[in-house]
C-alpha cells in the first residue's frame, strides 16, 4: 500500500524553498484537489510537482522510513554519483526491471484487467439478451418497471461505480509511485538524446 | 412552426454565434502560433473544463435529438443506444485516457510511433484518422442541414444547402483562427448550455407527471400504441436475425469506437498531467451519464406528451420529438412558453452541431499536418510551419466535409454515426492497444492493424444494404450488395485486432525491446510526457 519513501531524505529544506510558491499543498487543480487524500503522510515538499527541480544535491534514494522494503530505483545514485550517463534507451530498461515500476504495473493491471472483463461481458450480455430474448427482459419488476428497465439503469449504476473504483484505486494505489518514479526517470533521462521528448 | 419560432430561435443562435466568434477573437489575440498551442490549448485547462470540453465534443445532436426521438418512435429499443454510448467511457478511462496522455504529444499516430518506424505507422495512423472524422464529420453536417430546415421553418433545398455551408464555414472560423483553445472554450459554453436546457426539459417532464415516473412509463406506453411492448426491447430490432445482429454489431461498435475517436483523444492532451486527464474523464463521465439519464426521460416524456404518431408526423426518424416536446411543455403551440422553449430547444441544437463539428475539424486537421504532411512532403521541399499547414488543412476539411454533407444529405444520421464509430473501433482501437500492452508488437503488425480494420469496414459498408439493394439504399437502382448487415463493426472490429496479430507474427523484424520499455514506462509513469 505504502509506496516507497525514498523521497524523504534527511537534508535541510532550504535550497528548494524558491519553488516552494509553486505548489502550495492541496491548493492546485492538477495535482491535488482540496480533499484528496494521499495514503501516506503528506509531504509538504514541492519536489512531488517539481519535474525540474535538481534532485543531484539531494540524497537520493536515502530509503529513511519504515516502508523501507518497498524498491527503489536503483541507477538513481549511481549516476548522481558520477557514473557515465548511458544512453536513454538503457534507464527506460532499467526502470521497466525495477521493483517499483513492476509493483506500479501490476497493480494497474490487477486493477484494470479483471474490471474490463466484467463491464465488458456484462455490457455484451445486456445487449444479446435484450436482442434475443425479449421475453425475459419484458418480465414486470415493480409497476411499468421491467427487467429490461432495470438491466439498462444497471449498466448506468455499474460504470458509474466502476469509474469511482477506479479514480480511487488509481489516487491510493499508484498515482504516488508512479509520480516517483517519473521524476527518477527523468532525472536520468535528462540531457540525454531522446530522453525527455 | 411559425415566425415567431424563427425569429427567437434564429436571434437565440446569432447570440450564440456572436459569443463564439468573440471567443475566438479573443483567444487568438493571445495566439503564439506554436503547435503546442494549437493542437492542445497550451495544455493548460483543469480537469472540469476539459471534462465539460470532453462531454460537449460527445453529445452531439444524434443523441440530443436522435436518441431522444428513437425512444419516442420506439420506446426501450432507443434506450439501448444511450447504453452504449456511456459504457463506451469505461474503456476510454480504463485502457486508453491516462496513457495515452503520457505517451502521445497530439494525436493517436505519436503513441504508435513512438514505438515503431516512424514513417508508415504515421501514414497508417493518420488515414485512419482522417476517414473516421470525415465520417463523423459528414454524420453532423447531414444532421445540421436536415434539422435547421426542419427547425426554421423552410424545407426547401436552397435552405439546406446554405445551413450546411454556413455550418462549414464557420467551423473553419474557429478552427483555423482560435486553435484547441477557442475550440475548447466552444465545447465548454455549448456542454453548459445543451445541459442546462436538458435539465430544465426534464424537469417540466417530471413536473407534468407530479414526478412520478411509474405514470410517465404507463402514459408513454399507452399512447403508443403498442402497450407494454413499448417498455421492452424488440420493437426496432427485434425482427429477423439479420435485424438483431445488426444491432449486436452496433453496440458493439458504440463501445469500442469512442476509444478509437481522434477528438476524443486529443481533448487529453488539453490537460498538464495523466492526472488531470483521469480526473477530466470521471467528470465527463458524470455529466454525460446525467445527460443520457436525462434523455431517456425525454423521450418517454415525448411519446408520452407529444404522442408517436405526431412525432413521426414531423420528421420519420423521430429527430424532432425534442422540439416538438418543448413546445408542448412550454404551453403549446400558440403561447409564449411553448414559443420561447421551442426557440431554446432550436438554438441549442444547433449550437451542438456548430462545437461538435469544430472539434473533430480541429482533430482531423491536426492529423493532416502532424501525421500525414510530415511523412509525406518531399524531402527537399521546403519545411513549412506545421501550425500553417494545419489551418489550410482546416479549410480543406470543411470544405470536403461541406461537399460530401451536400451529397449525402438523404442518409440516415444514426447511420453515419454508427458507420464512424465503426471504423474507429476496427482501425484505431487495434492499434493502439496493441501498443500499449503488447510487448512483441512490430511496425508490420501495426500498419496491418489499421488497414485490416479500416479496409473491411469501408468495404462492407459498401456492400451493405445500404449503399446498394434496397429502396431506402443511397443508390438504389443498383444491387451490388452482398454484405446483410447495415453496421460492419462485428466483422470488421475482430479482423482489424487479427490483421495486427497476423502482420506482427509473420514479422521478420524482431519487436524492439528498449522501446516497448519506454512505452510502458512513459504510459504508467508520465516521465518525459510534454
Known sequence: MQSSNDRSRGGGSGPESAADHRTEPGGGYVETAPGTPYDGPRYHDPRYDDPWYDALASGWGESAAPGAAEPTVPPTRRHATGEPPRAAADVYLEVQRSAAFQEVRSRYRRFVVPAVAAFFLWYVAYVVTATTAPTLMARPVAGAVNVAMVAGLGQFLTTFLLTWAYARHARLRRDRTALELRWDTQELTRGMQGGVS | ?530
Open chain 2, 1 to 530: 412552426m411559425t415566425g415567431d419560432h424563427q425569429t427567437l430561435a434564429l436571434l437565440l443562435f446569432s447570440t450564440f454565434v456572436a459569443v463564439t466568434l468573440g471567443i475566438t477573437t479573443w483567444v487568438g489575440r493571445h495566439r503564439q502560433g506554436s503547435a503546442e498551442e494549437f493542437y492542445a490549448g497550451g495544455r493548460l485547462f483543469s480537469p472540469m473544463e476539459n471534462g465539460f470540453a470532453i462531454s460537449g465534443d460527445y453529445m452531439s445532436a444524434a443523441s440530443f435529438l436522435g436518441i431522444s426521438g428513437l425512444i419516442a418512435l420506439y420506446g426501450y429499443d432507443g434506450m439501448l443506444y444511450s447504453v452504449g454510448f456511456l459504457v463506451a467511457w469505461l474503456v476510454v478511462l480504463f485502457l486508453v485516457a491516462e496513457l495515452v496522455r503520457n505517451c502521445g504529444r497530439f494525436t493517436l499516430a505519436d503513441v504508435v510511433a513512438a514505438r515503431m518506424r516512424e514513417r508508415p505507422v504515421r501514414i497508417a495512423a493518420g488515414t485512419s484518422s482522417v476517414t473516421v472524422s470525415i465520417l463523423y464529420l459528414v454524420a453532423q453536417m447531414v444532421g445540421a442541414g436536415s434539422l435547421v430546415a426542419l427547425l426554421l421553418g423552410g424545407t426547401t433545398e436552397a435552405a439546406r444547402t446554405w445551413t450546411v455551408i454556413g455550418v462549414g464555414a464557420l467551423m473553419v472560423i474557429y478552427v483555423s483562427l482560435g486553435g484547441m483553445r477557442a475550440t475548447t472554450w466552444i465545447q465548454i459554453v455549448k456542454a453548459v448550455l445543451l445541459l442546462g436546457g436538458t435539465v430544465v426539459l426534464t424537469t417540466l417532464v417530471l413536473v407534468r407527471f407530479h414526478g412520478d415516473v411509474d405514470r410517465l412509463l404507463r402514459t408513454a406506453a399507452e399512447r403508443s400504441g403498442h402497450g407494454d411492448a413499448f417498455l421492452a426491447p424488440g420493437l426496432a430490432y427485434g425482427g429477423d436475425w439479420v435485424s438483431r445482429f445488426d444491432f449486436i454489431s452496433l453496440g458493439l461498435a458504440l463501445v469500442l469506437g469512442t476509444a478509437g475517436l481522434p477528438h476524443i483523444l486529443s481533448r487529453f492532451y488539453t490537460v498538464p498531467t495523466a492526472r488531470a486527464a483521469r480526473r477530466s474523464v470521471v467528470w465527463s463521465i458524470g455529466l454525460i451519464g446525467g445527460f443520457y439519464l436525462m434523455t431517456i426521460v425525454l423521450g418517454f416524456g415525448a411519446a408520452a406528451l407529444v404522442g408517436p404518431d405526431a412525432v413521426r408526423a414531423s420528421n420519420a426518424a423521430g429527430n424532432t420529438a425534442v422540439p416538438l416536446l418543448a413546445l408542448d411543455l412550454g404551453g403549446g403551440a400558440q403561447s409564449t412558453g411553448g414559443t420561447v422553449l421551442f426557440a431554446v430547444v432550436a438554438a441549442v441544437a444547433f449550437a451542438t452541431i456548430l462545437a461538435v463539428v469544430a472539434g473533430i475539424t480541429l482533430a482531423s486537421s491536426a492529423s493532416v499536418a502532424h501525421d500525414l504532411y510530415v511523412s509525406l512532403r518531399r524531402r527537399h521541399s521546403r519545411p513549412r510551419s506545421e501550425v500553417a499547414v494545419a489551418r489550410v488543412a482546416a479549410v480543406g476539411i470543411g470544405a470536403v466535409a461541406i461537399g460530401l454533407g451536400l451529397l449525402a444529405r438523404d442518409l440516415n444520421v444514426a447511420f453515419l454515426v454508427g458507420l464512424a464509430f465503426a471504423v474507429a473501433a476496427s482501425a484505431n482501437l487495434p492499434v493502439l492497444l496493441y501498443s500499449l500492452f503488447w510487448r512483441g508488437f512490430t511496425t508490420r503488425g501495426a500498419v496491418w492493424a489499421v488497414y485490416g480494420g479500416l479496409v473491411p469496414s469501408v468495404v462492407l459498408v459498401l456492400l451493405s444494404p445500404v449503399v446498394s439493394g434496397s429502396p431506402q439504399s443511397l443508390f438504389s437502382g443498383l444491387d451490388f450488395q452482398y454484405f446483410p448487415l447495415q453496421n460492419p463493426g462485428l466483422v470488421s472490429i475482430p479482423l482489424g485486432f487479427v490483421a495486427g496479430w497476423l502482420g506482427t507474427v509473420t514479422s521478420p523484424e524482431a519487436p524492439d525491446e528498449a522501446r516497448h520499455a519506454e512505452t510502458e514506462v512513459r504510459s504508467l509513469t508520465g516521465a518525459g510526457a510534454v
